[in-house]
T-cell receptor, first 107, second 115 residues
Framework: EDQVTQSPEALRLQEGESSSLNCSYT??????LFWYRQDPGKGPEFLFT???AGEEKEKERLKATLTKKESFLHITAPKPEDSATYLC????????FGAGTRLTVKP | GAGVSQTPSNKVTEKGKYVELRCDPI?????LYWYRQSLGQGPEFLIY????????DSGLPNDRFFAVRPEGSVSTLKIQRTERGDSAVYLC?????????????FGPGTRLTVL
């Protein structure tokens, strides 16, 4: 059965303190790996799609990377407005989400 | 519209009642998805439509749940004989096409509370 595990469950950073979020997956036939950001009371907001191992994508302070077993979301010099829950999802026959990492960035 | 909209934003009902949740996808998006999200968890897939037809309904938990999309645009998720365990946020998403790599755009969700 397809599985997606995100770690850590929660992460507290000081403003400017870079870190990485992990998404480990087992899936038969990966068709795409997605990162979303979700703010409280809102739907997930699309960030990135990765298709194959070795692929990287960047957007502002965020960079997503992919291997055959996991993906990382690197956050460089985060700001308080980066505080949110970050969700990873894998697509094979359907879309399966992890439970998310709740990121808090303190000023 | 500019984004996916869902109504109502909140719904409180009593155990055993029937509810309908509505989703208006982004104009022109042919694929529409329903998810359920419990507190502290990621969205859980329920069903997706390609046009008017349900292409995959494998995530519907039981036959109390049903969804329609009669004209290939607006969709309604219907829950019969609601149970307390149905309480969750129901999210709708749409994408331009179904299939590989098509990013899904989510609505704000409907928070369902079954008393």
């Amino acid at each position: 059965e397809d599985q997606v595990t995100q770690s850590p469950e929660a992460l507290r950073l000081q403003e400017g303190e870079s870190s990485s979020l992990n998404c480990s997956y087992t899936v038969s036939g990966l068709r795409g790996l997605f990162w979303y950001r979700q703010d409280p009371g809102k739907g997930p907001e699309f960030l990135f799609t990765l298709y194959s191992a070795g692929e990287e994508k960047e957007k502002e302070r965020l960079k997503a990377t992919l291997t055959k077993k996991e993906s990382f979301l690197h956050i460089t010099a985060p700001k308080p407005e980066d505080s949110a829950t970050y969700l990873c999802a894998v697509q094979s026959n359907d879309m399966r989400f992890g439970a998310g990492t709740r990121l808090t960035v303190k000023p | 519209g500019a984004g996916v909209s869902q109504t109502p934003s909140n719904k409180v009902t009593e155990k055993g009642k029937y509810v309908e949740l509505r989703c208006d996808p982004i104009s022109g998006h042919t694929a529409l998805y329903w998810y359920r999200q419990s507190l502290g968890q990621g969205p859980e897939f329920l069903i997706y439509f390609q046009g008017t037809g349900a292409a995959d309904d494998s995530g519907l938990p039981n036959d109390r749940f049903f969804a329609v999309r009669p004209e290939g645009s607006v969709s309604t998720l219907k829950i019969q004989r609601t149970e307390r365990g149905d309480s969750a946020v129901y999210l709708c998403a749409s994408s331009q096409l179904a299939g590989v790599g098509n990013e899904q755009f989510f609505g704000p969700g409907t928070r369902l509370t079954v008393l």
